[in-house]
């Protein structure tokens, strides 16, 4: 790279010489804070040489860092500060460039003098803290921190470094106090209150057992901090991300529909609005939005697969399908919407294309358990049990190879009723045991156990304790109900098993999700109890439903008895 050229060096002298920076050079939070600066002009020919040669050790640093040799360029900033000791403008500039270097040593060193007898700005005695925080030095770091708000009281910096302190020396409680100070500050800018939510956005991610008696102190700052209406668009983002945090998704929809407005190009503002409504459940202006953007973008993949995302919450499958398999034409690498597609088109009693899907899956990715996860329901759904079994095999092998936490009470709740489909009985009770295991109130795993058995006339006992604790858990499911009159019927007592089922079948009629075989089970009571009219009332439901060879052979044979009876 070229030196600098004489136009640079002397803007940078410039500006020294009058005891300012450069606004690059300025922190990120403090653009407005006062500094000490030497007289504007040399009172004697000894200060007018000082002067002059700390600006050229200055420019040289200048020029050697466009040369990319940083290290030396320090070299030539700590001299240039030496030569002029009073200009704490070329001070507090020099320490910020020691402090990005972790020379914490040197940059004490330069602030030390620039503030001392009691003197320096609140910025340099801002800028000590911090530089004795990096250095470990924390009771150091803490007074000079308290100097400085003593001089400003509403400069972030100087809050951020107690913070991080605190938060250092393992002392959550005092950090939060730091910040709930840092709230009364009056006169604070935009900026201040912006930078200070986001502090408080950190700490309750870390600490959230303070979020119900902080929370109101952060929407308190971010309420000032929206009423200062701040233009800049980079700080109108920030806001509006730490109201989101805040549960005030409104106010953050609205700041990013004004970015949204002054730059209606930007799909960054348009996706980060998405992701608000969708957060708040807001599908309407979700939609609207990824609308918006698939008009502009027609390629677009990300909005296709929210839209198809969307559709499946809403058990519009068919839309899901569509927008999924547009994600999928504009990315075809992006892994996920190929599950999302297989689930939606299992869902829509697809099961042959979702196979395909992942079929297409498989030549493209790494084996993994999502991909063996839907292979497995898909077969399930085409009632091809054996290779629904396979794959739950393979998709349990997968996970405790690499994602144990995969293994869920859901997983071996699943892989059991598959196997218990399979006819492997023994299979499908160690499953279910094992779902059990792991969240023993899962109440659908009690029930498909506990009717397994008692179908099977096993394990009757407990078979109807299982049954009896996922009744418990929901009194109103039918299948329960259902179930609980079956164990009762299958231990010989038909009486007390027919107000179960007569409840299943209430309750199912209210459901309007009709099952042959609670129809079956009322009828097996009734003839049970030699009501023959009833059981033919009900095998005549049950067939009407669905025409089951062995449901029919009962209804005939309850016929031919009432034929021969008087």
Known sequence: MKPATFSVIALVIGGLWSGCTTPEQQPRSETSVETKTSDQIPSTEEDTERRIEALARFATGVSKELQNKGDLALEDFYKSVQADPDNESLAIDVARRFLRKRENDKAIEVLENATKNGEGSALALAMLGLAYAQQNEHDKAIMACERSLAKQ????????TLYQVHMTRQKADAALATLQKAATATNASGLFLIDLGELMVAHLRAHPTV?????????DVLKRAVAIKPRNAILVARLADSLQFADEPKQAAELYLGLLGRSPNSIAFRQRLIDIYLRSNDKKGAILQLETILKEQPTNAQANYFLGVIAAEDNEWKKAIENYRRTIQFNESFEPVYYDLAGALINNDKPDDAISVITAARKKFKAKFTMEFYSALAHGRKKAYGEAVKHYTAEELIAKRDEPERLTHFFYFQAGAAYERNKDFEQAARYFTKSLEIKPDFAEAMNY???MWAERGENLDKAKELIEKAVTAEPENAAFLDSMGWVLFQMGKA???LPWLLKSIENTSVEKEDDPTLFEHLGDVYFKLDDLRNARVQYEKA?????KPEIVKKLNAVQERLRKTP
């Open 449 to 451: 156990l506990g009717y």
């Open 153 to 160: 009281p509403n400069s972030i910096v100087p809050y951020r």
């Open 211 to 219: 979020r119900e008696s902080t929370m109101p102190v952060l929407k």
């Open 495 to 497: 009486h007390e098993s």
């Open 543 to 547: 067939v009407k439903i669905e025409a």
